[in-house]
């Protein structure tokens, strides 16, 4: 009996080593201004979200509309996150901060336009001509 035991606990105890080893191995270990390396300049790009868990980043490029873009980028982010995800409160802190207030409410009226019923309905356009 003992030696079933320890047949058992060993294939245990190589199994938990392997996935201790996998886990270290796949590791990637963040290079911060202690490591020696410089970090690389911020770039703020027009209003995109991807699937990386990255904040979207919001900017008007000349000739852009601010508000149309804050609205276009909560309506996108509605679908892939919920109200209380550090994106949804970065891109709104963003639009905020760039356009005042009006540009706050766009993202707001954005989000709430994907989760309504009727998200067909819903753009830019319609929601300037609401205001």
Do not use: H
């Amino acid at each position: 009996m003992r030696n079933i035991e320890a047949i058992f606990g060993g294939i245990l105890a190589l199994a938990v080593l392997g996935v201790a080893l996998f886990a270290v191995m796949n590791t990637q270990f963040a290079s911060g201004p202690d490591s020696g390396e410089t970090a690389p300049a911020a770039t703020v790009t027009t209003a995109t979200y991807d699937n990386s868990g990255a904040p979207p980043a919001i900017s008007a490029a000349s000739g852009q509309d601010l508000v149309c873009e804050c609205y276009d980028a909560a309506f996108s982010l509605s679908g892939k996150v919920n109200v209380l995800s550090p994106e949804y409160r970065t891109g709104f802190q963003q639009c905020r901060a760039r356009g005042g207030v009006d540009a706050g409410d766009a993202w707001t009226a954005g989000w709430n336009a994907r989760q309504s019923g009727r998200p067909y309905e819903a753009s830019c356009r319609s929601y300037k001509r609401r205001r």
